[in-house]
């Protein structure tokens, strides 16, 4: 293959022989010597104060090394907060006071020298509390929303235009309030976090989408130097957002481990999952669309309340599609929040837009049919060939033959216009398309190439691979930009020993560390061509730079392509490594731009007449994201995240009882996510785009689209089929029947 279609070829990838094998370590399967197992203990109450903690029966069983609670635990600087910052740095249980705040909340830590003495130990602390009134209904909370004391990236509240003018304009109004639930990630691999003391240096090996993130804030936390903290992750099993930030049982580890005096494992079990680390709010989002006979938008407005934590304020920024999505002249938004004594809230894949596509994309969808007008023609009607809120030009956008290429190959126009109108025995049928969207993002990366004796480069950045192929797509710019086969490319990521790269959430690492690797491997290059024309033994001594290039992994002079040769050659002649490093970051386009990734949804349902039951037998989509960087990775990425929007609109949902203050379903038996037999055929496409005004590399990342347009999509179908508009996830058949 040659060095100039590496980038987007459908390579397979590079570690899938080690996650096939075995030999790929996750966090929990690194095994220091002496180790040793810890467990949290959980509150059973919502809200309170520990009156009485008897650890004595568990500091008595066999094997147990050490229990730790708020009487004995270190006393952290500023109590465990020091290293807070919303929504980077987040709220801690870190056994620094006798405050429940949520049922779940760790209240202990046991360790012994087995996992199973250790589990067993923990249910012989005996806690006793003092209860208070906890707040655990939506319904009471949200008659008292507040402002979040901090604004995120995203502002709280947004407007343009004149909003009441443009509803005086309308000629047709849609008001109507969507609702979706809480949630909580389940990924494959749950927390794990393995702590190390070695003197006055702490390395763990803690699974995270953010290894300098979880450094420096333990780092903090802990108050201790940075420099004195080592993070490793070579591997993620999955993460989703929820292993974005660093929760308690990172920093507990850390914390037992100096107690005892050895290296100390410690693994959220399922139900663990469902509380301490995160999760997405629940939403009430109130819509307002005006429009004129023509179908052209006046007006709109997007209130949206979600609930937070009595510990932490947490945005879910549902409004902010609807910010971007159609040409309107005239729109306001604004996010409030309902406090709950539940655990803190997280991003979860794509936190905000995921819930606010549903929401706007399903009143897109009710206006198409107050105006008798076909759904598509309406979004193409109010296509925004300028970001609405800001009138920023787009950095790219391909929206429009998204439109077209995903309609044509779903049959879009084969659709009946009447809801009930289309059946195939005893299924009602129905079609129903939503736009996808998520924000391009990009951050400050940094990242090393070296070229080895034997001829083959080693580059590495301390990013993150979820499952996502960032190993593979971080080989294949390498590859090309050195000019080099991807099989001579050992490329490294996951330990905060490595170059520095951002999260690995918000679809940014393909943008981010990409360009770093592209720069580092630019840098990587001319020094070899450099050391080359420096090199009397060379073939290309005394040639200039402009007159050699790198290709197929030789020194090539071009004028005289038998003038080459290989850089194993050149590199053992020179007595080892040639090392080079480079960076990237956003530069102005960042003002001047607004950059996003959008797509064409269309869904196919099938609904029993008389049980309800919801079937999808096809999903077609079609997707704007730049450059895709790998063809093949880049398809399963959009495919699982079609999935994930399937699991959304039809499944999850996590059940909160307002009595105790508990996940009920907190457990996948009855945490309910799709199976293959619930997934029909997924046609998956990109439209050919290169966004080099957002990244040097062109492309804005796909993590998190996919999921995005689906819930809506689905839920529109399901009105097409039946009549029935169902505004709350998940769409279940009860709610059909």
């Not at 009487?71 to 987040?90: D, I």
């Not at 693994?267 to 680390?277: E, I, N, S, T, Y």
């Not at 126009?413 to 993002?441: L, N």
Request: proline share 6%.
């Amino acid at each position: 293959m040659s060095d100039d279609a590496l980038i987007g070829a459908p390579i397979d990838r590079v570690d899938g022989v080690a996650k096939v094998t075995g030999a790929a370590r996750y966090a929990a399967e690194f095994a220091p010597d002496d180790l040793a197992y810890a467990v949290m203990v959980q509150a059973t109450v919502p809200r309170g104060r520990i009156v009485r903690i008897d650890t004595g029966d568990a500091e008595r069983a066999p094997g147990v090394l050490g229990v730790l609670t708020h009487r004995n635990a270190p006393q952290l600087p500023q109590k465990g907060l020091a290293a807070v910052n919303p929504p980077a740095g987040r709220t801690l249980s870190l056994l620094q006071d006798d405050a429940v705040h949520y049922n779940g909340q760790p209240v202990a830590v046991v360790v012994a020298d087995t996992f199973e003495r250790a589990t067993a130990a923990s249910r012989r602390v005996h806690v006793s509390y003092q209860l208070d009134q906890p707040e655990l209904s939506f319904e009471r909370a949200k008659q008292s929303p507040h402002k979040a004391k901090k604004d995120g990236p995203s502002k709280s509240d947004v407007a343009w235009g004149d909003y009441d003018a443009g509803t005086n304009a309308g000629e047709v109004r849609i008001d109507a309030v969507y609702a979706t639930p809480m949630e909580h990630h389940n990924p494959m691999e749950p927390h794990a976090t393995v702590a190390h003391w070695q003197g006055d240096r702490l390395t763990l090996y803690d699974a995270t989408q953010y290894v300098s993130g979880v450094r420096e804030t333990v780092a903090k936390t802990l108050g201790i130097p940075v420099d004195n903290v080592r993070v490793v992750d070579p591997f993620v099993g999955g993460g989703f957002g929820c292993k974005g930030s660093t929760w308690s049982h990172v920093v507990l580890a850390a914390m037992v481990a100096r107690e005892v005096r050895r290296p100390v494992k410690l693994v959220l079990a399922r139900p663990q999952m469902f509380g301490p680390a995160g999760g997405r709010p629940q939403t009430e989002q109130h819509v307002v669309l005006s429009a004129r006979r023509d179908g052209h938008l006046t007006a709109v407005k997007h209130d949206v309340i979600c609930h937070a934590s009595e510990l932490e304020d947490f945005v879910e920024y549902a409004a902010a599609p609807t910010r971007a999505l159609y040409a309107c002249p005239n729109g306001t938004t604004t996010h409030r929040l309902a406090t709950l004594n539940v655990g803190v809230a997280t991003f979860q894949r794509a936190p905000g837009e995921s819930t606010g596509s549903f929401a706007i994309e399903s009143a897109m969808d009710e206006l198409a049919y107050a105006l008798r007008m076909d759904p598509l023609e309406l979004r193409i009607a109010n296509h925004a060939d300028v970001e609405p809120s800001t009138g920023k030009p787009w950095s790219s956008k391909k929206l429009l033959d998204c439109y077209r290429d995903a309609a044509a190959r779903f049959g879009w126009s084969r659709r009946a216009r009447d809801p009930g109108s289309m059946r195939e025995g005893r299924w009602r049928v129905g079609y129903g398309m939503a736009t996808a969207t998520y924000p391009g993002h990009r951050m400050p990366a940094e990242a090393l190439a070296r070229l080895m004796p034997d001829g083959s480069v080693l580059v590495q950045s301390g990013s993150q691979d979820l499952g996502t192929g960032t190993y593979t797509i971080m080989t294949q710019v390498a590859a090309e930009t050195l000019g080099v086969p991807v099989a001579h490319v050992r490329f490294e990521l996951g330990d905060t020993t490595m170059p520095k790269a951002p999260v690995s959430g918000g679809s940014m690492t393909a943008a981010s560390v990409g360009p770093a690797v592209q720069s580092a491997c630019r840098a990587l290059r001319d020094a070899v061509i450099a050391r080359a024309i420096q090199d009397s033994a060379s073939p290309a001594h005394g040639a200039s730079p402009d007159a050699i290039a790198v290709d197929g992994g030789y020194v090539v002079v071009r004028s005289d392509p038998r003038r080459r040769e290989a850089l194993a050659a050149l590199a053992a002649r020179n007595g080892g490594p040639i090392e080079a490093r480079g960076s990237a970051k956003p530069g102005e386009e960042e003002k001047r731009y607004a950059s996003r990734s959008f797509g064409a949804v269309f869904v196919e349902v099938r609904v029993d007449e008389a049980l309800g039951i919801v079937r999808v037998p096809r999903v077609v989509a079609t997707y704007s994201v730049g450059r895709l960087m790998n063809a093949k990775t880049a398809r399963s990425q959009l495919e699982g995240g079609i999935v994930w929007g399937l699991s959304m609109a039809l499944f999850e949902k996590s059940l909160l009882d307002e009595r105790y203050g508990r996940i009920a379903n907190n457990n996948l038996a009855e945490y309910h996510v799709p199976v293959n037999a619930d997934v029909g055929a997924i046609d998956v496409r990109f439209v050919d785009e290169n966004d080099t005004v957002f990244s040097p590399l062109g492309a804005r990342g796909i993590g998190e689209i996919g999921i995005t347009g689906v819930p809506a999509a689905l839920a529109n179908a399901v009105y097409h089929a039946t009549g029935v508009r169902l505004r709350e996830l998940p769409i279940t058949l009860d709610k059909l029947i």
